[in-house]
């Protein structure tokens, strides 16, 4: 009945494809992404979306004249309301276009910026989204001032009303993150006592991790039967999300873990938000185990792949922390490509090649977790050569050598040890 009162603002995408930037991801999925981010807007329409070539970037209006009255005409056509620029574009250019297209604009940023402040559920989500977008607000006084002191000639002339207005703006902002920050301390804190009640608790963490769209959240539906906020939007999930879960173990008996859910990661993520990431991300850092859910269906999904594991890196978990890979969305799959992937799957056993919509594949997968935390001790034999010293460290690290020799090729050792030992051993 509101329709009428709550019609969609028709939305322009423009992916500017600079040719002296390339980047391993082409420009058609560059655009592709940047529509579904749109697509993740509350009442946002996209009715149109091209990519720009773009030999060189116009320091003005980003783009070149021509290109911008065509464009003009083409936005009038259709009537837009907002474009939306997959880049960064400077204070100045967005305040040049939106006069000529007469449109409201935003960049990347901004746009990622408005989809976190949407989805933020939590206390500390919708805090770190604010400090995100505070920041990006100061950078760009800061970018704003820097070109005002361009034309004055760079006298580094300072005063005038101009200057002031900035200047305050900036003391203003800083107030408010200084404020912002320390309830973010405060919310931190007390997570950290849940935590460490929760640490006392013995089940073992296992978070997801993934590609935003990658399917971690139906995939933690299925399995917890939690009610997730199931959609087919990116970022749904900006806070983890957890919950125990009972798995069965190889003796018939009962496993309880505990399920995170985590926000999805994206490519070229902006600076302003790697640090609400990384608060976010503290149950990854934390976790047991690491499942890692791709989009397997995905035509870049090894460049995906790559991303994340790039952002783990930088959030500080160690290249070896202990990880499964989910391959997820096999139902998608031509015959060709599944029977490719469940082979390989097959044969390696860190990989696991699932449907979270179907179902195929999630048993197979829950018992190899159960399996990664079962207590049942082995006994091993082997020899650790003497350039391994760390090898052998860890070993009386975890107290699981049970007797050593010096020998001729090294340390013939014996260990008592569970399979999830056994594996992190492997990857030292
Ligand atoms: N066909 C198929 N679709 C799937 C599968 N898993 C997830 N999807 C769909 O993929 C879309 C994204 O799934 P989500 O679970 O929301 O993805 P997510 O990784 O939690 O996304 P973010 O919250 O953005 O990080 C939804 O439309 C799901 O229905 C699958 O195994 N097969």
Known sequence: MLEHETRPTRAWVLHPDITSNRTRRDATSGLEEAVALAAALPNLEVVGSEIVR????????????????????????????????DGP???????????????????RTGLILEIFSDRARTREGVLQVEMAALSYQRTRLVRAWTHLERQRGGLGFVGGPGETQIEADRRAIDEQLGSLKRQLDKVAKTRELHRASRAKVPFPIVALVGYTNAGKSTFF???????????????????????????????????????????????????????????TLEEVLDADLILHVRDISH???????????????????????????????IDLLPDEARE??????????????????????????LAAV??????????????????????????????????????????????????RQEKEFRDI
């Open 54 to 85: 773009l030999p060189k970037i116009q320091p003005g209006h980003l783009f070149g004249k021509g290109k911008i009255e065509e464009l003009r005409q083409r936005l009038q056509d259709a009537d837009v309301e907002l474009v939306l620029v």
């Open 89 to 107: 574009v400077t204070p100045v250019q967005q305040r040049n276009l939106e006069k000529v297209w007469k449109v409201k604009l935003l960049d």
């Open 221 to 279: 539906n299925k399995v917890t039967g939690a009610d997730v906020f199931a959609k087919d939007m990116l970022f749904a999930t900006l806070d983890p999300t957890m919950r125990s879960l009972v798995l069965e173990t190889a003796h018939g008996g009962d496993r309880e873990i505990i399920l995170s859910d985590t926000v999805g990661f994206i490519s070229n993520l902006p600076t302003q938000l790697v640090a609400a990431f990384r608060a």
């Open 299 to 329: 035509h870049q999904t090894d460049e995906q792949a790559a991303d994340v594991l790039k952002i783990l890196s930088d959030l500080g978990i160690k290249e070896n922390a202990p990880m499964f890979e989910v391959w997820n969305k």
């Open 340 to 365: 490719a992937r469940l082979a390989r799957a097959g044969e390696e056993d860190d990989k696991f090649a699932i449907s979270a919509v179907t179902g195929e594949g999630i048993d197979d997968l």
């Open 370 to 419: 159960s399996a990664y935390f079962e207590d049942d001790k082995i006994e091993r034999a082997f020899v650790v050569p003497y350039a391994q010293g760390k090898k052998r460290a860890w070993l009386f690290e975890e107290g699981v050598v049970l007797s050593e020799e010096a020998g001729e090729d090294g340390y013939a050792m014996r260990v008592l040890w569970t399979p």
